[in-house]
């Protein structure tokens, strides 16, 4: 089952019709949760105090829209609807437990052009273990790629699965994008490296992740995108022409992999299409 959080946003109205479109390539379900958030309702107030019914009936138009929606973009995807109160974020990740995909809109709160991502899909992508895709608002045309972040690291084998997945099913290219950067030396600034051997090296890394799951999607086409630039920088570069980013979470501190690693919080904040975060 796929599950998209809806508010009645532009953004999630775009949220509404990725998910439909992934139910059915997928052939799975669509479930429409809606959260009525009653936090700022319920201070000062009893434990189990009654709701306004006005509440309640704009959930409920606000599902009734995005389901239309979703028939009508996908007639033949089976959608149910659901209406809940509480913390949409927590609503959220808990719905999300035994989901394929959580997808949600990203709401248009940044100060700055690009910083779209508001603080619900950001501390879902990083708190729900199944892969999280945030959608913009923007409708963008069809480019027929993928992309997807690959490095020597372990927590990027679910994201490139997911890629892999998410081009077969569109029928997409799939671009691998390495990026790396020469290490700077404080105490030997001079220190020389051979270029074409560091390329080949990082060339490897992109073809050892590869090989194994391409043979398990054979009618895939790869790009093989190795860069010399910052993670950040050739993904938001790459995006420009993507369908999807895919990016792993290599989120570390006091929650471990609970938390968004910066090259995940920044591609989300400044990619324009939209953007699935996988965990390990």
């Given at each position: ?14 949220a509404v019709e990725w998910a439909a479109g992934d139910a059915a390539l997928r052939h799975v379900p669509l479930r429409i949760v809606h959260v009525v958030d009653t936090s700022w309702y319920q ?238």
């Amino acid at each position: 089952m796929i599950i998209v959080g809806v508010d009645g946003s532009v953004a999630s109205r775009a949220a509404v019709e990725w998910a439909a479109g992934d139910a059915a390539l997928r052939h799975v379900p669509l479930r429409i949760v809606h959260v009525v958030d009653t936090s700022w309702y319920q201070v000062g107030k009893p434990p189990g105090a009654a709701l306004p019914d006005t509440l309640l009936r704009g959930g409920r138009q606000v599902l009734t829209e995005a389901e239309a929606l979703a028939r009508e973009r996908q007639p033949a995807v089976e959608a149910t609807t659901e209406l809940v109160t509480g913390s949409p974020a927590d609503v959220l990740r808990e719905r999300a437990g035994d989901a394929a995909e959580l997808v949600t809109g990203s709401r248009g709160l940044g100060g700055f052009a690009g910083a779209l991502v508001g603080s619900v899909s950001m501390h879902l992508a990083g708190h729900v273990h199944c892969p999280v895709v945030v959608v913009h608002a923007a409708h963008l045309p069809a480019q027929g790629e993928v992309v997807v972040g690959v490095d020597d690291s372990p927590e990027c084998e679910p994201a490139l699965a997911f890629a892999y997945e998410e081009a077969e099913l569109r029928g997409a290219t799939l671009r691998a994008v390495h990026a790396w950067q020469l290490p700077v030396h404080a105490y030997a600034p001079d220190l020389d490296f051979d270029m074409d051997e560091v390329r080949a090296a990082r060339l490897q890394v992109v073809r050892d992740r590869l090989k194994t799951l391409g043979r398990d999607h054979p009618g895939v086409s790869v790009v093989e995108d190795v860069r010399s630039a910052h993670p950040v920088d050739a993904l938001i570069a790459a995006a420009e022409r993507a369908d999807l980013v895919v990016v792993g979470s290599h989120g570390r501190g006091a929650l471990g992999s609970a938390l968004l690693g910066s090259v995940s919080r920044n591609v989300l904040q400044h990619a324009r299409c939209p953007v699935a975060v996988v965990r390990a």
